[in-house]
């Protein structure tokens, strides 16, 4: 009976033990993913499906070599981009379109494959997950304006959305190393007005 009793006992302890670990690393995936989470759960069969999908991602994230920019690509970019808006006034297709080739050129020289914007976007989750529905805002109106004509307020819309992200992959590594995070991990400029 004793034993009986042992065994019931260590039974529920391991039970107790994998519930809190499966809590824990749904916490941790929600604290990494953030709103990316929520969507993955949502499109996803189940919760646990997805939480193994989000596992996989962080799994090839680590294959990545990823690196900061140098301060000169980042004022190299800068400059790009500078341009880019400058030509909104005249040619909003044109600079929109620009925006969406730079942002890639930056997520390459960054370390991201850029394969295509599906990977693109499951890539950039994983350590940009703030910015990513921005991506595919911006992404979206690209997409329709190629099929068809969309507003000036449309694509203006699409370069905020593109120039948030374009921003998040330029200063991502360089905050942090100053060791100037928010709350959830990522790195914050402490000159917000710059």
């Known amino acids: 009976m004793i034993i009986g009793v042992i065994v019931v006992v260590v039974v529920a302890a391991l039970v107790v033990w994998l519930v809190v670990a499966r809590l824990r690393r749904r916490q941790q995936l929600r604290d990494r993913f953030g709103p990316e989470y ?14 193994r999908e989000l596992g996989e991602r962080e799994k090839r994230h680590e294959q990545f070599d990823i690196t900061p920019l140098s301060p000169t690509a980042r004022d190299g970019y800068a400059q790009q981009w500078a341009l880019i808006q400058a030509k909104f006034v005249d040619r909003p297709d044109i ?15 960054r370390g991201y494959p850029t394969e295509g914007y599906q990977q ?29 004509q969309v507003s000036t307020e449309e694509l203006r819309k699409a370069m905020v959305h593109y120039r948030l992200l374009f921003e998040d992959l330029l200063d991502a590594d360089v905050d942090s190393r100053t060791g100037n995070v928010d709350n959830a991990g990522r790195g914050v400029n402490p000159n917000p007005g710059t």
């Open 38 to 51: 929520d969507k993955a759960v949502d499109d996803g069969q189940n919760r646990r499906a997805a939480e």
């Open 120 to 148: 693109q976007v499951t890539d950039l989750s994983v350590e940009h997950a703030s910015t990513l529905e921005h991506y595919r805002s911006a992404h979206d109106v690209k997409s329709r304006h190629d099929q068809s």
């Open 95 to 109: 600079a929109v379109a620009e925006a969406d080739r730079l942002v890639v050129v930056v997520m390459g020289e």
